[in-house]
């Protein structure tokens, strides 16, 4: 590690204060902070010595995320190879999904750090790390088989539009990421719905039928897979968000580093389960419901990427609620909304990107309110005491 520190050294001589190089300084200084830990300390004002920052947050997220990738690699090779009623093995399916989805994130990676450099480099300040999770998630939320040069565009929004807009990392108002797939799909919605793109198509064959559980239930038909396919993710999806039992594995590394928030991931699920209860009760009260209306409580929420979106995406710190109260309100409503999109917008029946998104714009509203609640329960306090004070004396 001496050797690769004395290297990078000389290498950044000619990107120091006051030397030729100077202005593209933050592009060196980005790959020396990630791969060493930064030699500055605050100076001033009161805080708290930590070992941990923004790179080390960012990296637990990408371990989080690891276990969902490399199933969603072999899923998508077990989906290709299952529709062309082909025998495969282990491997066979890994590598078919590696070598779809490894390129996606390698387009994403290559042109959203490009894109940071640049603005990095424009505006004089250091690269931050937020990319290294928006990077990775970007293609796992995206169908196997979309062209490479729609996930660049998608890219390019998510990170102009989306982030860079609004001044950078941990000044955006939306999920990055889920601004990306959001543009995808209202950019270009044959490539992001229908009965055949989540499913690897073969050179052989004229179309493969890989439509999703929701996408079925919304066409009124009935699902062919049971409880437990579900859970583990052996069904079509985006890459990597139909295991939900990688998901929540992931959940549990986010919570026990503290990264993510136990309280908006539990009240999200408790949002989406009540407005599961309410739509299988309906039949019971005279009211006909639809396939997704009917579709029991509980497997709602192993479908989808319902799972994946509050887990990854309603954490984000950046875009989530801030206050403690704010955080189950905020996670309630996600969870509560995802189920009622899915169930009454047949063309759209995935709802936790539209939650997600409509919820991060009131995130600031729910804090707001959150405190001045909190302002005025503690000047009726000390109103009240004063006024006890007063008539004891």
């Known amino acids: 590690m001496e050797w690769i520190r004395q290297r990078l ?8 204060k006051g030397k030729k190089y100077e ?16 030699n500055h300390t605050t100076q001033k004002g009161s805080h708290i010595r930590d070992g941990v920052d923004l790179k080390r947050t960012m990296i637990t997220v990408v371990l989080a995320l690891i276990p969902a990738l490399i199933f969603g ?50 505006r ?7 990319y290294l999770v928006t990077g990775l998630l970007i293609p796992m939320i995206m169908p196997v ?7 660049a565009i998608s890219v390019v929004f998510a990170v102009l539009v989306g982030k860079e807009a609004f001044g950078g990392t941990g000044m955006n108002i939306l999920n990055p990421a889920l601004t990306a797939r959001a543009f995808a799909f209202f950019a270009y919605p044959t490539y992001m719905s229908g ?22 239930l919304a066409a009124g038909e009935n699902v062919q897979y049971g409880v437990m396919d579900m859970f583990y993710g052996v069904i079509p999806g985006s890459v990597a968000e139909t295991s939900t039992l990688l998901v929540l594995a992931g959940a549990l590394l986010l919570v026990f580093t503290k990264v993510g928030s136990w309280r908006i991931i539990l009240s999200a699920f408790i949002g989406a389960a009540i407005m599961a209860l309410i739509f299988n009760s309906l039949p019971s009260l005279g009211i006909e419901g639809n396939g997704l209306t009917n579709f029991p409580w509980y497997q709602h929420l192993v479908i989808g990427g319902l799972a994946f979106g509050i887990v990854f995406m309603a954490t984000d710190p950046v875009s989530a609620a801030q206050t403690t109260k704010g955080k189950w309100i905020y996670g309630f409503l996600i969870g509560f909304l995802a189920v009622m999109i899915r169930v009454f917008n047949p063309a759209y029946p995935e709802g936790i990107m539209l939650a997600i998104l409509l919820m991060n714009v009131f995130a600031p509203v729910i804090d707001h309110y959150v405190i001045q609640s909190s302002v005025k329960r503690r000047k009726k306090r000390v109103k009240t005491a004063t006024g006890q004070v007063e008539t004891a004396v």
């Open 9 to 16: 050294d000389k290498i950044k001589e000619p990107f120091g």
């Open 23 to 38: 202005k593209y300084a933050p592009a060196v200084n980005a790959i020396d902070t990630f791969l060493f830990t930064p």
């Open 73 to 122: 690699m072999w899923n998508a090779g077990y989906q290709h190879f299952t529709q062309l009623g082909e025998v495969f093995t282990f491997w066979e399916a890994l590598g078919h999904g590696a070598l779809k989805i490894v390129p996606m994130i390698a387009v994403s990676y290559a042109v959203g750090l490009g894109i940071e450099f640049a603005f990095a480099i424009f």
């Open 124 to 130: 004089g300040h250091e690269v931050n790390e937020g």
């Open 145 to 151: 088989d979309i062209p490479l040069w729609m996930v």
């Open 195 to 216: 009965n055949q793109v989540w499913v690897s198509e073969a050179s052989n064959v004229d179309a493969i039928s890989g439509e999703t559980i929701l996408g079925t």
